[in-house]
């Protein structure tokens, strides 16, 4: 199990990764995650599902807004349990997309994606005693490395303390690990628009200097800002075939 330690990020690998849409589309798709529902919370690696089913995971600070986020992603209001204090989620928790009979119609088939999204435990909390911290590294590091469902990973920042030193210890994780990585810059109702869009840019200049196939977005859980926009990323990696990606 490698240390959570910071990595020096190589420069030009390309990475098969969605681009973020630039503009809404012109009609409104059916949400296919609108149906998921949750499925069990794991204290260790061995209590999840093995299978080959595709997963899609949040990472990021805890209280950065990855639960809240999951739930505008779903439409729904309490699929995570979103808290005021931080280090809420100290389990990985998994939602199942099923294909219901509802969800899987000819008419509408994207809505109908048979894969899981995943909500880790947050990192960056303080007062969190050692032991718990010890338990986060092997818990997330031991996901981020070795899952071998993952399709893609979402770190979730605070528009506000973008890119932290933690921050850039999971790109290096994410990179390592090969996956595309999209970064939702969250609570973007806090900060003006031209301020937002600022802080969006410089994000998006440091990453072209750290993995230029990392993309990124503003998002709000508060205002639906971007949800459309994440959905059609993460509905890209999910319908992407698999490209036999090994643990590392
Ligand atoms: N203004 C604003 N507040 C938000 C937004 N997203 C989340 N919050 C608030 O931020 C706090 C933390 O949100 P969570 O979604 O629980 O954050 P988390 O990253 O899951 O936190 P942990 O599970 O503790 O790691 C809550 O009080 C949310 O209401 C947002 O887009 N805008
Ligand atoms: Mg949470």
Known sequence: MAKF????????RTLVTSPVPTSPPATQAPNPFAHA??????????????????????????????????????????????SKT?????????????????????????ASIRARLVDLPGY????????????????VGGFVEQRINLRGLVVVMDI????TDLDLQMLG?????????????????????GAGKNVLLKVRKELRE???????QTFSAHTQMGAEMVR????????????GDQPV
């Open 5 to 12: 330690r910071p990595r020096i990020l190589h420069h030009g």
């Open 37 to 82: 529902r949750f499925l069990l919370s794991a204290a260790k690696l061995t209590q999840l599902p093995q299978d080959h089913l595709a997963e899609v995971a949040f990472v990021g600070r805890s209280n950065a807004g990855k639960s809240s986020a999951l739930n505008l992603i779903c439409q729904q209001k309490q699929l995570a349990r979103v």
């Open 86 to 110: 931080p280090g809420r989620t100290q389990l990985i928790n998994l939602f199942d997309l099923p294909v219901t009979a509802a969800a899987a119609t000819e008419a509408a088939p994207q």
């Open 124 to 139: 960056g909390f303080a007062q969190v005693p050692l032991e718990i911290r010890r338990n986060w590294g092997l818990l």
């Open 160 to 163: 506000r303390h973008p890119m």
């Open 173 to 193: 994780w994410c990179e390592a690990r090969g996956l595309p990585t999209h970064i939702l810059l969250t609570k973007a109702d806090k900060l003006g628009h």
């Open 210 to 216: 750290l993995d230029p196939a990392m993309t990124v």
């Open 232 to 243: 059609e990323v993460l509905t890209a990696w999910l319908e992407a075939p698999a490209s």
